[in-house]
């Protein structure tokens, strides 16, 4: 019975996701009693939506753990030797059990909007709640009626065991982190997406989305790191795993989600890129959602890719047209409604993350047509592969521009500046890069009559521009990049002799 209470707590839960729907739409519609009480009763489907999903993912993790060999998931992805571990890991050491923790994590999101969000305006949370049900359902639908993970089948001895190149450790943490944020940059597009809804585009939109985006990338960082560190040491040949088709399905969604987590900072704080933070959050989940239908729909040659049929990656492309093609709609409909927010000067720290921003969507663009090219080629009959040789020349200059908007941007004044000050920033940063060099190599000839005491001397020094450079660096760090604007132009007034 317990593959059975977990396929039904899935059917009452995506029954919710679309009475989730219902509600959000009245209660952005309708201003009267039947939309107050739509507003009041859409939090507590919210929360019951993901307990249920959460409900289903323990059933499953149980049936995995009991080595219930009549449900066709644990036989073919576990055996009752093995270890706990590999036997809890294992549940979504596969296809099936893979999209119900993505669910179990989506709606726990969800719910977790429903709770504790009190910042947003009323009717821009419950058209996120809407949304978020919307993802949701899809998913749903995925699941029961395209990979049900509670398949019953004639009960046998024993099952086929765990794939050999998922039982590690890894298994257990690398998947649940990556989809961690995944989910994360799902929030932030049904932020968007109801923020579009209700034309409430602004900084309070922006402080409610910006720990999502920021949970988002910490998780897609670790989720990364912690993959290609097990690639390299589970299968050796060919060094680190960078430009593998799969792993740029996840890169692609950090890039995004780095652009977007700097643009939500500047409207959160300084009123400003109201345009991009829209736009920025709707790329990231587009970039998840083709990572998604890469990964899962067959057409890619990896190790790392889920072996499904196409029928499967056509479901999931269906639900990426609607998403994105809708999402896509909105914006188009809508951007004219979106207040310019503050201004600023092209020469501004603001604009220096424009510049940032655009460098990261070109090499967005890059990874991206890199990876598809070979399947659009095949789709046309010709056979090729794109490697890390076109990756590197053609990102790697992008990504050394990137540095320098990086090493120069935070030493920009907010909204104004000139090319002069610009300048002079950009030179005092190249002097204390050049001291430091100086001081790491000995200083050159001289450098071996400098004893260990002068080092130590110069040490605390060194260490206090560190640290209000570190302060000057910060979203809304005004008063530290005052600190350094000050001691640029006293570097520049009285040491220019020594540039």
């Known amino acids: 019975m317990i593959a059975e209470a977990g396929l039904a707590a899935l059917w009452f839960a995506a029954a919710l996701a679309g009475l989730q729907i219902l509600l959000a739409v009245l209660g952005v519609r309708r201003t009267d009693v039947v939309g107050d009480q739509a507003r009041e009763g859409i939090r507590a489907v919210a929360i019951v939506q993901g307990a249920l999903a959460v409900l289903a993912m323990a059933l499953l993790i149980t049936l995995f753990l009991r080595s219930d060999m009549s449900v066709r998931l644990v036989v073919e992805n576990s055996h009752s030797a093995k270890p706990w571990l ?19 994590i989506l709606g726990v999101a969800g719910a977790a909007v429903a709770r504790f969000e009190r910042v947003l305006n009323v009717r821009t949370l419950v058209a996120t709640l809407g949304a978020q ?12 009626f395209s990979s049900n993970p509670f398949d019953r089948v004639p009960a046998t001895i024993d099952g086929m065991g765990l794939n050999p190149l998922l039982q590690d450790p890894g298994l257990a943490f690398h998947p649940p982190t990556l989809y961690a944020g995944y989910v994360g940059l799902s929030v932030a597009f ?48 060919g060094g680190w795993w960078f430009w593998d088709p799969v792993e740029n399905a996840s890169l692609m969604p950090w890039l995004a989600a780095t652009a977007l987590l700097h643009s939500v900072n500047v409207l959160a704080a300084r009123d400003g890129l109201r345009a991009w933070t829209v736009m920025l959050a709707v790329v990231a989940f587009s970039m998840s959602m083709i990572g998604t239908f890469l990964v899962r729909s067959g057409i890619l040659t990896s190790v790392h890719a889920f072996a499904v049929d196409p029928e499967r990656g056509a479901f999931i492309l269906a639900l990426l047209a609607i998403y994105i093609g809708g999402a896509l709609a909105l914006f188009a409909g809508r951007i004219g409604t979106v207040k310019a927010g503050t201004v600023f000067s092209p020469i501004s720290r603001e604009g220096g993350l424009v510049v940032n921003n655009l460098l990261l969507s070109v090499i967005l663009g890059v990874v991206l047509i890199g990876t598809l090219y070979p399947i659009v080629a095949a789709a046309l009959g010709v056979q090729l592969s ?58 050159g000839a001289g450098g071996g009559e400098r004893d260990a005491a002068g080092r130590a001397q110069s040490a605390p020094h060194a260490a206090a521009d560190l640290g209000h450079g570190g302060r000057a660096s910060g979203a809304g760090g005004q008063p530290g990049g005052d600190g350094v604007r000050q001691r640029v132009h006293r570097r520049a007034a009285g040491g220019g002799a020594a540039g």
């Open 86 to 104: 590999y036997k809890f890991a294992g549940a979504w050491g596969n296809h099936e059990g893979s999209m119900l923790l993505w669910v179990t």
């Open 133 to 144: 049900a919307g993802i949701a359902l899809g998913f749903y639908a995925f699941l029961l």
């Open 386 to 443: 794109v490697g890390p040789p076109f990756f590197n020349k053609a990102a790697g200059p992008i990504a050394l521009a990137l540095v320098v908007a990086m090493a120069v941007g935070p030493l920009l004044r907010w909204r104004r500046d000139d090319a002069g000050g610009a300048a002079r920033a950009a030179g005092a940063g190249g002097d204390g890069g050049a001291a430091a060099a100086r001081a790491c190599t000995g200083g």
């Open 190 to 237: 049904s932020f968007a997406v109801g923020a579009l809804v209700t034309r409430d585009v602004g900084p309070a939109f922006a402080r409610a989305m910006r720990p999502w985006v920021l949970g988002a990338w910490v998780f897609l960082t670790l989720g990364i790191t912690a993959g290609s560190y097990w690639a390299y040491y589970e299968l050796g040949w």
